[in-house]
């Protein structure tokens, strides 16, 4: 029986290094009893070197085959993937450089019936993709691998954004009913690679309701306008946003014996949906149609101490999420948004989602077991390929022994089920096996 947890030799040298900066100052102003100001300034870095298998050579053909969706299943592709057959492959440095800084400000002012808020951000996002080289090996007849000379150090590129995104809304008291209209308006200056600019503007509205009853129930839904923006070299070439139209309708209610339950509807339409070249084998940067999405989620609970007369608290959550995504216009292309008819499904969304969870609190010590259970979904928009259901036992254990001090552990997929994830971005990819963990909180 095949290891899906194997690794090819090919791929042995495969390696990440990376660092991660994050800070953040913010500033919290009461200006007067009943208006408030919160602004933010940030800034986070993120580097990483990713060594990686880039292509693959055959001796039989000699011709040089990158990773794309045809070729990762090739036999003379796999054989020297393996370290079977003679052959040829290199590694790609994907060095990379990410930069986000920026400020954003809130203002909130409560005038009784309503409650007014507005605020700004701006955003610099920098994309710096360093020089970087190919190291190239080669796989003799018995399976060694020899390195040989890297290759020329390849140009450096950058890309670049600066955002800037306003909204105002307004929560307006009824009594039992709260309204909340609202409206956001982004602008993206773009700089790609070559120093092509191109500009996008954006404007989202919205409107939030909630009705409450007096024995406690609660309706809830609204309209929201959704957006996805391209990226800067995307957007060069004349891609444009994403939209999204979303209507939601929901009932929530709570009852004193600790139950409670929630049920809401949705339902959203995507228009001029935007294909991203870092997402996927193949995947060319365009608009590639429309699909509706629609469906049903559900949560309950309740304290199974309550009804038990257990000495422990005895929480246990259900929740159910029915989707019914399609798309409504046909797609071209070869990667894996390609071949949609009408009336496909929607790759990688399940159709149910389903997950139990339940607790067992003595004092200061709890443990929790979690259930999640995902039906299978197809891999490409021409609905040709499926990866099949599987469920996940989780466990957990945590003991407060202060006010500040917390140990706690986890197993996640006790059972150790082997299930396939996903086929991005270069084939089929295995979940993850049983992991342990364990963990210290301590505030100070």
Do not use: C
Request: glycine letters at 12%.
């Amino acid at each position: 029986m095949a290891d899906p947890y194997q690794r090819y030799a090919a791929t042995r040298f495969d390696n990440i290094a990376s660092d991660h900066t994050r800070l953040y100052f913010r500033h919290l102003f009461n200006i007067d009893e009943s208006t408030r100001m919160t602004s933010t300034v940030f800034y986070n870095e993120f580097n990483r070197d990713w060594y990686k298998l880039a292509d693959v050579t055959p001796a039989a053909t000699w011709t040089r085959m990158g990773l794309n969706s045809s070729n990762i299943e090739d036999p003379g592709f796999l054989a020297v993937l393996k370290g079977t057959a003679v052959g040829q492959f290199r590694n790609k440095h994907n060095d990379r450089t990410y930069k986000v800084r920026g400020v954003q400000s809130k203002l909130e002012k409560d005038l009784g019936k309503n409650l007014i808020e507005g605020g700004l951000r701006y955003t610099h996002d920098v994309y710096d993709g360093n020089v970087w080289t190919y190291g190239q090996y080669s796989v003799d007849a018995s399976g060694n691998i020899t390195r040989n000379a890297d290759t020329a150090p390849s140009p450096a590129d950058s890309r670049k954004a600066k955002a800037w995104e306003f909204y105002v809304q307004d929560t307006i008291d009824f009594g039992a009913l709260d309204v909340t209209p609202g409206v956001r308006y982004t602008t993206v200056d773009f700089l790609s690679t070559g120093g092509v600019g191109s500009d996008i503007q954006v404007i989202s509205p919205g409107l939030g309701f909630d009705y409450d009853f007096e024995g406690g129930e609660k309706i809830f839904g609204g309209y929201f306008r959704g957006q996805a923006l391209p990226g800067p070299n995307a957007r060069a070439t004349g891609v444009g946003e994403e939209t999204s139209d979303s209507f939601e309708l929901g009932f929530r209610k709570a009852i004193d014996s600790g139950v409670f339950f929630e049920i809401t509807g949705f339902h959203t339409k995507f228009d001029n949906m935007v294909a991203q070249d870092s997402v996927g084998l193949d995947t060319v940067s365009r608009n590639f149609g429309e699909a509706t999405s629609l469906g049903v989620e559900f949560l309950g609970g309740l304290d199974l101490g309550t009804f038990g007369g257990f000495t422990s608290a005895t929480p246990l959550t259900l929740s159910a999420t029915y989707t019914d995504s399609e798309f409504d216009t046909a797609t071209s292309g070869s990667d894996f948004w390609g071949g949609a008819v009408p009336g496909n499904a929607f790759p990688y969304v399940p159709q149910w989602q389903l997950n139990a969870r339940l607790g067992l609190v003595f004092g200061e010590t709890s443990l929790y077991m979690n259930y999640q259970w995902v039906d299978d979904v197809f891999t490409s928009a021409d609905n040709s390929t499926l990866i099949g259901s599987y469920g996940l036992l989780d466990v957990s254990l945590a003991r407060q022994f202060t006010a500040s001090l917390e140990i706690f552990g986890k197993v996640t997929n006790v059972t150790d089920e082997e299930y396939a994830s996903t086929r991005l971005p270069a084939g089929w990819r295995a979940g993850a096996p049983r992991l342990f963990s364990v963990g210290v909180n301590y505030l100070f």
